[in-house]
């Protein structure tokens, strides 16, 4: 991952009069779903201080200009990105979470819901976890906002789980949570790099992992 900073400017709004039509006779809709997707690759490629906005315009076929037409500013884009990605994740590791399953099968049904998410686009996850956002910015500051949320969920998740072995020490919850963060960032970029593997290949190997783990 390009570990270049990004920009410190703050989001810019669209254009006023940009919503309406979209382009080539496309709904405005459905161009911006072009654009989103393409972005989403992009940034997470390239991180959103190395991404290339005429890459993404020449993705979709259309002018640079447009984009700014509709996001406002790369930033702008950016955020739409993560808007765009963040709340599905955290919204499938809750769903993941609340299955009525003991704690020990937990990992595996998160792992299984992060896969499934970004099955379709797997830089996604490289777009909330931007190693090359400038600490201080807007854009920092959202993305971190919705990784708090990721971890705060990975707390509990971990905290639950030592808790069904008897162990409450809350020194061992946060060693075991830093763990569990780091391996799912370390097994997504993995599956990035094996674009053959499908998200249901995943799930089985990390099946066949924990069951390895815990012997």
Same mark, same amino acid.
């Given at each position: 991952?390009?570990?270049?900073?990004?920009s410190?400017?703050?989001?810019?709004?669209?254009a006023?009069?940009?919503?309406?039509?979209?382009?080539?006779?496309?709904?405005?809709?459905?161009?911006?779903?072009?654009? &989103?997707?393409?972005?989403?690759?992009?940034?997470?490629?390239?991180?959103?201080?190395?991404?290339?906005?005429?890459?993404?315009?020449?993705?979709?076929?259309?002018?640079?200009?447009? @984009?700014?037409?509709?996001?406002?500013?790369?930033?702008g884009?950016?955020?739409?990105?993560?808007?765009?990605?963040?709340?599905r994740?955290?919204?499938?590791?809750?769903?993941?979470?609340?299955?009525?399953?003991?704690?020990?099968?937990?990992?595996?049904?998160?792992?299984?819901?992060?896969?499934?998410?970004?099955?379709?686009q797997?830089?996604?996850?490289?777009? &909330?976890?931007?190693?090359? @956002?400038?600490?201080?910015?807007?854009?920092?500051?959202?993305?971190?906002?919705?990784?708090?949320?990721?971890?705060?969920?990975?707390?509990?998740?971990?905290?639950? &789980?030592?808790?069904?072995?008897?162990?409450?020490?809350?020194?061992?919850?946060?060693?075991?949570?830093?763990?569990?963060?780091?391996?799912?960032?370390a @097994?997504?970029?993995w599956?990035?790099?094996?674009?053959?593997?499908?998200?249901?290949?995943?799930?089985?190997?990390?099946?066949?992992?924990?069951?390895?783990?815990?012997?």
């Amino acid at each position: 991952m390009n570990t270049a900073r990004a920009s410190s400017s703050a989001a810019t709004p669209p254009a006023k009069g940009a919503r309406g039509a979209g382009t080539k006779g496309i709904p405005r809709a459905r161009r911006e779903e072009q654009i &989103l997707a393409a972005a989403v690759d992009e940034f997470g490629r390239h991180g959103h201080a190395s991404a290339s906005m005429a890459a993404i315009a020449g993705r979709v076929g259309v002018t640079k200009p447009m @984009l700014y037409t509709y996001f406002g500013s790369k930033d702008g884009l950016y955020l739409a990105c993560l808007e765009h990605v963040a709340p599905r994740l955290v919204t499938a590791i809750e769903e993941a979470m609340a299955g009525e399953s003991p704690a020990a099968e937990t990992p595996h049904r998160v792992l299984s819901a992060v896969f499934g998410v970004l099955e379709e686009q797997r830089g996604a996850w490289f777009v &909330l976890y931007d190693r090359t @956002l400038k600490p201080g910015t807007d854009l920092h500051a959202a993305a971190r906002r919705h990784r708090r949320t990721i971890d705060d969920l990975a707390a509990s998740g971990t905290a639950d &789980l030592l808790r069904g072995h008897g162990n409450e020490d809350p020194l061992d919850a946060d060693a075991l949570k830093h763990v569990w963060t780091g391996t799912v960032g370390a @097994l997504v970029g993995w599956w990035t790099s094996h674009p053959d593997q499908s998200a249901q290949d995943m799930a089985a190997r990390c099946a066949r992992l924990l069951t390895a783990i815990r012997g």
